[in-house]
Each structure stands twice: as structure tokens, then as C-alpha cells.
């Protein structure tokens, strides 16, 4: 038998495609009648709202390369770009027409039922007429601006993801049709919300106009029953009423479409100033060039061509829609305050044991290595350990990596006090975080105003590591270094919805690697001799190879063999063809990857040995861990990389090891055994890039692994409250468990 070729192209699932599977994923969360009503609406956003980053990144810079003429792919497949443009294309219209689908068939009517109703202008009450004229004269009117298409005025550049209406208008007596657009205001929310109103069989239906527009909101001709909350999208609202607009014309038509923009850039190696560079980015971002135009499905064939060459598009970069466009702003339905039956039960992470029982912070990571699961533990540990490093005395110096903040967050604030108590403080703030851009501007000069070292660490390289380092003189005399290192942001809002590790110690290992890490990245010292931490891009690559490699080497000496991983994408073609070296060796691979994935597993002579499952549900699973069994003395590391090229070589990432042995079978034997075990949200991967549902085997047990990491924590915070009970008075305590209040309005992420 002939050696399988382990770079065959047709061996690798295509990065964009597998993409789209996971966003297929998001909507089936959104379609799952299990799912709580409100909960399913939010997955239905989170679904558009990927797909907007999507077109926004990855489709614009495809389109970019159709426009360089290239057609060699990269990535294992070497699909070509215009073939990828090509599937997507298809396979994002099954999907969008999927998700109305399920919209307007199921999850609305079913939120009519409970009192969330989005209405149909056709049926408008005269008081609702009324109301939504006073909506539209004291709150919209003022902000609208109708721009004109003609000679004297060309196309507007419309703003990326703005939403729009193209307006057909007639003067009297003049047959030639004119152009217009409306831009809906996207400072105002995106659904008008009137007061609570009940339709009966003989309230009369307004008609205010029998050739208005067709309307874009519900297709249902049935009377609506008795509803609460009656919701209309705003551009439903500015049709209503184009004629204050455009007074003295003829209303022919008017449609709503949406432009998607391409916003992916690079920034020059030789800038002199990268805030200044970046911030030019941003604003060019905002006017790329288009990569998608969704419009209504009623639109005509004149109009939609109209815009395709106003938009320099092609035919199959539209996407018709049957009803409300940017359901992004499902968002704003998802938090209506009330309808707490139609929403997940709320968590209220528990506290971590070592820290609550400790006199302080420093005592706890003392005494022990402290491992924290968010978000079934509590972040606030996290914010605590910088807030105590602030205000202490005997702290010196905090050294900190930032990658994405929170809009009001407390790490930073924390970083400004210390600075302002005279502490040495250096944030590395990485300006170059996709989306995030002008929100770590804005923090980076608050914090240089404070007098914080603000760095921004390489130019060609972003920095991915979550790092902090605390230098503090403790009470001995002796000047120790306490580190944390994580898998997550330093931001509490996605702390609330991200599954991530923290890790705490003063260990003087990892202590002394982190403090050169810190060098590395502020000024211009060398690569150092790592004593705990794998960092990328020096090192990551060439370990994570070798413990693949390791790992076959065993299993072909009759040794164990077996490699367990839990990562967000995986799709770096060196990793994927050592992998398929290790289950032709005969290793056992179990594989939990959230989103991309180009390995195919189960194919016969490469991959029989590999199995790859993703979870999809409540919480976005974000940590990353790597097993390896090491012929039976196992070997467990944590960090901030996945296994995809951007992680391994143009990042600077951190993995680290996780030795003491309770933290080690935690991981292994909780986290890992957990997440590879669940047969409720978990889907399998097959060899042809799809996914089925994991169901239970003949006599196996339902697991949802979210929910029992869930109970695990209430498990343990009934334990730590019965302990606290017991304990002295003097003993110190947490004051309070600390609940998660409402749900921030910043939209969830599941990309």
C-alpha cells in the first residue's frame, strides 16, 4: 500500500467554509426549541452579527485577492479565491434563508404569544398611527438627512453596515423616475417600542396611504392577538412618513438595503507612529470598499441593479432578505427589561475558596497555585488582584498586557490609581485588536494621561498573551513577584459569557519568565531561556510539533500515546499533517474546537484515531488546553493560542504548564473529560466538513457540559458558604457573594 501524501489539498477543509459551519451552529442554538425563547433571538443576532464580521474581513479581503488576480488559495486546501467567493456566496443563502424562516414561521409567532410583538404597518390601531407620528417628528425627523442622486449629487459613500432607504420619487407630470437615499440614523435604537396596546377583533386597522411600500416586517394577514409590547423597525417608521421628507413629490417606491464594507488592513512595519497609523485605518475602514449589499426581497430589478453599480458589486455579492433587515438589532428585543421566563436562569459565579478564606490576595497565591473557572468562578478575583496591587502600599510596580477592555473597566481604572499613587506601572496595550481599535486608543491615552508606561508592543506582531505581573514587597521584607496568566481578556463584561482559565501564582519560575516577557515586548532584550512559559512566535510553533510528535513516537514503541485538546480553531497546516502523522502512529486524539477546523477526521489511512467535536451553547467556550499523555506521566499546558497560523507565528502568545497535582486532574479529569464527554450541545465533525448532533449511546447518561460545570460551582459555593458559616468571626470573608446584575447591552460574541 502506497503512503498516504499528508498535503494532498483535498485532505484539508477549506478555513471560509468551516467558518460557516460554525455560524450553521450559532443558528441551530437559535432554532433549538429547548433554547429559551429570548435566548433563541439572541443566537439569531449573534448569528447576522458574524456573518457582518465575516463579509467585513474575510469575504473583503477574498474579493481583494480576485481584484489582484490571484487564484492559488491558501491554507492546506489551495482553494482558489474566486471558488471560495463562489461557495460562500451559496451557502450563505441557504443559511439567511434559513434563519427567516425560522423566524417568521417559529420564533416570532411564538414571542406574539408571550406579549413581544413586531408589527406590520398594515395593521396600525389610529392611536399607534398617532404615536408613531410623534415618534417620528420629535425623535427621527431632525436627525434625517435625504441625499439626492443625481448629476449635481453622486452616490453617497454609505458608512460600512449602515442601514439605508433607496427612495424612487417622481416630480408631477414628469414621468423620469429620481433617485434618492435615506440613511436609518444608527444612533437611534433599532426597533421604535410604542406603549403597551391591545388589538381585539373590532379595532379598525389604519391604511393610511393603499400605495404605500410593501411592508418588510411580517408577512402574517391574520388579526394579531392581545400582545404587551409592540415593537416597529425604525426604517418601517421613516418609510411611513417619507412624504414630510420629500414634500411636493411622488412616493414610487422605497426599500431598505444595507451595505457591508470590507475592513480588514494592514499596517506598514516602518510607521513611525502606530496610534496615528491605526487611526487612519479605522477611518479608511469605514469606506472600504463595499462586499456585500443585503436588500429587501421586494425590491425591483431596476433598483438592485441601481445600487450593485453605484456599489461597484457583482449580482451574487446581493443577498434579498423576506423581511427585516440587520437583525443585529434583535439585540435591543433580547433586553427588554421583564420576561424573565423567556431568558436563561442568571449565574452568580461563585467565589474561589483560597481567596475568600485568605487575609488578602497575596496570602492566598502564597499558599498555593490557584486556578479560576470563568465564568462558573468568579472574575472578580481578577479585578481584585489589580485593584489590590493599586491601593497596597508595599506594591511597586504591575506590569499588564491588554487586548480588548470593557467600556468602563475597572482593570483600568485600577491601572490609573496605581499610577497616580506613584507605583511604576506599564501597560501593553494591543492597538491592533480586529474591531477594537478605537476603544484601546481611547484607554491608551487615558492611561498615558494617568502616567502609565503605555506600550504597544510590535509592529508586525500582535500581542495576544493575557499577562499580569505584580511586584510587591511583602511583609517578610522579601521582594516577591505575583503573575496571573489567562486564557481570556481582561475584561469582566465578556467574563460573564466567555468559558476561560486564570491562573494565579508567585511561583519564581514562572515569576522570572513573565518579568522577561515584559522586557521583551517594552524594550529591546533578547529572546531569553524559558523556564515555564511556551511563547509564540520563537517557540510555540516547533513545542506544540514536537509534543504531537513525541506522542507518535510513543504509540509506534508500544507506549501510550494519546493527545486531548480543547481549542477555539485549528486550522495551521504543519499541526493539522502532524496530527494525521499521530493517528496513522496509532495516538488517540480527542479534540473539542469550537469554530474552524481544516482537519477531516475519519478518513481511512489518515485520520481513523481523530475524533473533533465543537460546543455551541450558552457560554462562548474560549479556553484553550493541551494534553498530551506523555506514555503515562501526563503533561497538561493552558494559554491564549490556537492551533491556526496567526497564533503561532504573527502573535506574540503565551501556553503555560499546569503542574501542581490538584490543578492538573482538575483540568484533566473536570475540564477536559467534561467538555470531550458532552452529548447535548456538542456536535461531531465529520470526514466531509459537516456536523451532527453528539447524542447519548445505549445506557449513557445525559451530559451538558456547561450545565454541569454549573453545578459544580454551586456545589462548591454551598460548600464555601456552609465552611464561612462555621468559621470564627474574625476569620476573614467574603462581605457578599456577588450576583451578575442585568445583562450589558454590548452584543455577545460567538465568532
Request: net charge neutral; aromatic share 6%; charged share 25%.
Amino acid at each position: 500500500m502506497s503512503a498516504v501524501n499528508l498535503d494532498d489539498p483535498s485532505l484539508y477543509i477549506n478555513r471560509e467554509l468551516s467558518w460557516l459551519e460554525f455560524n450553521r451552529r450559532v443558528l441551530e442554538e437559535a432554532q433549538d426549541p429547548t433554547v429559551p425563547l429570548l435566548e433563541r433571538l439572541k443566537f439569531h443576532a449573534i448569528f447576522s452579527s458574524n456573518l457582518d464580521e465575516f463579509f467585513m474581513v474575510r469575504v473583503g479581503g477574498l474579493q481583494q485577492k480576485v481584484l489582484a488576480n490571484i487564484s492559488r488559495g491558501s491554507g492546506g486546501d489551495k482553494l482558489a479565491p474566486h471558488v471560495q467567493l463562489e461557495r460562500i456566496a451559496e451557502t450563505v443563502k441557504g443559511l439567511v434563508e434559513q434563519q427567516y424562516a425560522s423566524l417568521q414561521k417559529d420564533l416570532l409567532p411564538a414571542l406574539r404569544e408571550k406579549g413581544i410583538v413586531i408589527r406590520p404597518l398594515k395593521d396600525l390601531t389610529d392611536g399607534e398611527l398617532k404615536q408613531l407620528k410623534d415618534v417620528f417628528r420629535d425623535q427621527v425627523f431632525p436627525v434625517l438627512t435625504p441625499l439626492a442622486i443625481d448629476p449635481g449629487h453622486p452616490f453617497p459613500h454609505l458608512l460600512n453596515k449602515s442601514l439605508n432607504l433607496a427612495v424612487v420619487l417622481r416630480r408631477p407630470d414628469d414621468p423620469e423616475p429620481l433617485y434618492a437615499v435615506v440613511q436609518v440614523p444608527g444612533m437611534l435604537p433599532r426597533f421604535v417600542m410604542l406603549q403597551t396596546t391591545k388589538v381585539t377583533p373590532d379595532t379598525p386597522a389604519a391604511n393610511p396611504k393603499d400605495d404605500k411600500p410593501a411592508d418588510s416586517s411580517s408577512s402574517h394577514d391574520v388579526r394579531l392577538p392581545d400582545y404587551s409590547i409592540a415593537l416597529f423597525p425604525l426604517e418601517d417608521v421613516i418609510r411611513l412618513h417619507l412624504t414630510e421628507l420629500f414634500p411636493g413629490m411622488e412616493l414610487s417606491d422605497a426599500y431598505a438595503f444595507r451595505v457591508t464594507r470590507d475592513s480588514e488592513f494592514e499596517i506598514d512595519d516602518e510607521v513611525d507612529d502606530l496610534m496615528q497609523a491605526i487611526e487612519d485605518s479605522v477611518r479608511k475602514r469605514r469606506r472600504g470598499h463595499a462586499s456585500r449589499l443585503e436588500i429587501e426581497a421586494a425590491m425591483t430589478a431596476d433598483l438592485e441593479q441601481f445600487l450593485t453599480a453605484a456599489l461597484d458589486l457583482n449580482p451574487e455579492d446581493v443577498t434579498r432578505v423576506p423581511s427585516v433587515l440587520d437583525l443585529t438589532g434583535l439585540f435591543q428585543i433580547y433586553a427588554l427589561p421583564g420576561f424573565a421566563d423567556l431568558r436563561d436562569p442568571p449565574v452568580a459565579p461563585t467565589l474561589v475558596r483560597e481567596f475568600v478564606q485568605a487575609p488578602s490576595p497575596w496570602a492566598a497565591i502564597r499558599a498555593r497555585d490557584i486556578l479560576v473557572h470563568h465564568p462558573y468562578e468568579s472574575f472578580k478575583h481578577v479585578v481584585d488582584f489589580i485593584e489590590a496591587a493599586a491601593a497596597d502600599d508595599r506594591v511597586q510596580a504591575i506590569k499588564q498586557t491588554l487586548y480588548r477592555t470593557s467600556s468602563d473597566s475597572p482593570v483600568v481604572r485600577a491601572l490609573q490609581m496605581a499610577a497616580d499613587k506613584g507605583k511604576q506601572v506599564t501597560a501593553v496595550i494591543e492597538l491592533k485588536a480586529r474591531l477594537d481599535e478605537e476603544r484601546n486608543i481611547l484607554w491608551a491615552r487615558e492611561l498615558e494621561k494617568a502616567g502609565v508606561h503605555v506600550v504597544f508592543g510590535f509592529v508586525g506582531l500582535k500581542t495576544h498573551c493575557k499577562v499580569a505581573l505584580v511586584v510587591r514587597r511583602d511583609e517578610d521584607n522579601q521582594l516577591r513577584r505575583y503573575v496571573h496568566l489567562g486564557t481570556g481578556n481582561y475584561n469582566p463584561i465578556t467574563a460573564r459569557t466567555y468559558t476561560d482559565l486564570g491562573f494565579f501564582t508567585c511561583n519564581p519560575d514562572f515569576a522570572a519568565d513573565v518579568a522577561l516577557l515584559f522586557n521583551h515586548l517594552t524594550g529591546y532584550a533578547s529572546l531569553p531561556q524559558w523556564k515555564k512559559l511556551i511563547v509564540a512566535p520563537s517557540r510555540m510553533m516547533a513545542f506544540m510539533l514536537e509534543k504531537i510528535e513525541q506522542e507518535a513516537a510513543n504509540a509506534k514503541a508500544g507506549k501510550k500515546g494519546r493527545i486531548r485538546v480543547k481549542i477555539n480553531g485549528l486550522i495551521e497546516p504543519a499541526v493539522v499533517k502532524a496530527l494525521y502523522a499521530a493517528s496513522q502512529a496509532g495516538v488517540k486524539i480527542d479534540i473539542a474546537c469550537r469554530g474552524v477546523c481544516s482537519l477531516r477526521p475519519g478518513v481511512p489511512g489518515v485520520s481513523e484515531n481523530i475524533r473533533i467535536t465543537s460546543v455551541v451553547d450558552r457560554f462562548l467556550e474560549h479556553s484553550r488546553i493541551f494534553y498530551f499523555e506523555n506514555d503515562g506521566s501526563p503533561e497538561v499546558y493552558v494559554g491564549s493560542a490556537d492551533w491556526m497560523d496567526r497564533n503561532l507565528t504573527r502573535r506574540v502568545e503565551v501556553a503555560f504548564p499546569i503542574e501542581q497535582p490538584d490543578l492538573k486532574a482538575r483540568v484533566i479529569d473536570e475540564l477536559l473529560k467534561t467538555t470531550l464527554a458532552d452529548n447535548q450541545k456538542s456536535r461531531l465533525l465529520l470526514p466531509d466538513g459537516t456536523y451532527e448532533r453528539v447524542k447519548p449511546k445505549a445506557g449513557e447518561a445525559e451530559l451538558r457540559s456547561q450545565q454541569r460545570f454549573l453545578d459544580l460551582a454551586k456545589a462548591a459555593a454551598d460548600r464555601l458558604q456552609t465552611a464561612t458559616s462555621a468559621a470564627p468571626q474574625s476569620t476573614p470573608t467574603a462581605t457578599a457573594k456577588p450576583k451578575i446584575g442585568p445583562r450589558s447591552s454590548k452584543r455577545p460574541r460567538h465568532s
